[in-house]
Each structure stands twice: as structure tokens, then as C-alpha cells.
């Protein structure tokens, strides 16, 4: 008779652990067992990409951080307002912002006011870009090639880093 733990009892026999560690990156009760459901149910699912001989808590402490940052990247898309205007109101107005001090609200109303020379397909892009979007979900949204994305925001952040090469020190 073998007495090694099926998988099913392995993950059911790490709930303590996950949860102790769910609270340590939500910090909140529910999201927390939310977190450890999701996790569970992903580890179930793929049970058969698990390899013998690795770390099983490891490895389900790994899928655990990852549907985390997963989860905060798109809350933090689904709360990012993408400007489209052409005077760029909402960036420049945004009531949460961290350039609370004179000199941050300067720098970026002065990104702001480069950025306006830039022709719109490159502006809507970069906005994108810089309000969270991934490189794929900017291609899907706007319905270019990928590397088009790619060579767009790759071009405005060099030609601000040109613009802007005084304001580094």
C-alpha cells in the first residue's frame, strides 16, 4: 500500500498555509478566502502540470501570487480612465494623482504639452500604454498589429526621453 499523499489531500492539507498567506497580500478576511478558493480551484484544474519531486507548496504559493497580481492588474485597468480627449483634460485634471507638489503637476502638465505634438495614433497608444494596458489588450483594442503597438510607445518614450533629456538631474 502506498502511503503517499494523493494530490487532491496535498492541496486540501496546505489550506492553513494559503491562507496565511492570502492575508498577508490582501489583508482583508474575504478577499483573502476568495483568494484561496481561486487558488485551489486553478491547482485542481492543473494538476496534471504539477511534476513530482517539486515543491508543492511552492508551487502553490506561486499560483496564489500570481492570480493576485493578476486580479490587482485588472482592477487597476478597470479603474484607469483612458483619455481620448484632445486637449487631454482628464489626464491633466485626474483628482488621484502623485504629483501632488508643485514641481509634479508641472512635469506632467509638461508631458501633457509634448505629448499634444504627437500625432493622435501615437498619443492614444501611449495613453493606453501608461494607464496600464498590456501591449496585447492596446493590439486587440485598437485593432493594430502588435508590433505596431510596440514600436509606437517604443518611439514616444524615446522621442520624450529626447524632449525631456534637460529635466533629469
Known amino acids: 500500500?502506498?502511503?503517499?499523499?494523493?494530490?487532491?489531500?496535498?492541496?486540501?492539507?496546505?489550506?492553513?498555509?494559503?491562507?496565511?498567506?492570502?492575508?498577508?497580500?490582501?489583508?482583508?478576511?474575504?478577499?483573502?478566502?476568495?483568494?484561496?478558493?481561486?487558488?485551489?480551484?486553478?491547482?485542481l484544474k492543473n494538476?496534471?502540470?504539477?511534476?513530482?519531486?517539486?515543491?508543492?507548496?511552492?508551487w502553490m504559493l506561486t499560483i496564489m501570487r500570481n492570480i493576485f497580481i493578476n486580479n490587482y492588474r485588472k482592477a487597476s485597468r478597470e479603474n484607469t480612465?483612458?483619455?481620448?480627449?484632445?486637449?487631454?483634460?482628464?489626464?491633466?485634471?485626474a483628482t488621484d494623482t502623485s504629483y501632488q507638489s508643485p514641481d509634479g503637476a508641472f512635469a506632467v502638465n509638461e508631458i501633457t504639452g509634448l505629448l499634444k505634438a504627437f500625432p493622435a495614433d501615437y498619443r492614444e497608444v501611449f495613453n493606453m500604454h501608461i494607464a496600464g494596458y498590456k501591449y496585447e489588450e492596446i493590439s486587440e483594442k485598437l485593432g493594430m498589429p502588435l508590433g505596431t503597438v510596440k514600436a509606437r510607445i517604443f518611439n514616444t518614450r524615446k522621442k520624450l526621453r529626447e524632449l525631456l533629456k534637460d529635466y533629469r538631474n
Do not use: C, W
Request: cysteine-free; hydrophobic content about 35%; glycine content about 4%.
Open 81 to 93: 480612465m483612458v483619455d481620448t480627449s484632445e486637449d487631454l483634460y482628464h489626464i491633466t485634471n
Open 1 to 43: 500500500m502506498d502511503s503517499k499523499p494523493t494530490f487532491k489531500s496535498s492541496v486540501l492539507g496546505i489550506q492553513g498555509n494559503l491562507m496565511s498567506f492570502a492575508m498577508k497580500l490582501t489583508t482583508n478576511r474575504e478577499e483573502a478566502h476568495d483568494l484561496v478558493q481561486d487558488t485551489t480551484l486553478k491547482a
Open 47 to 58: 494538476e496534471e502540470k504539477f511534476a513530482e519531486n517539486t515543491n508543492f507548496k511552492g
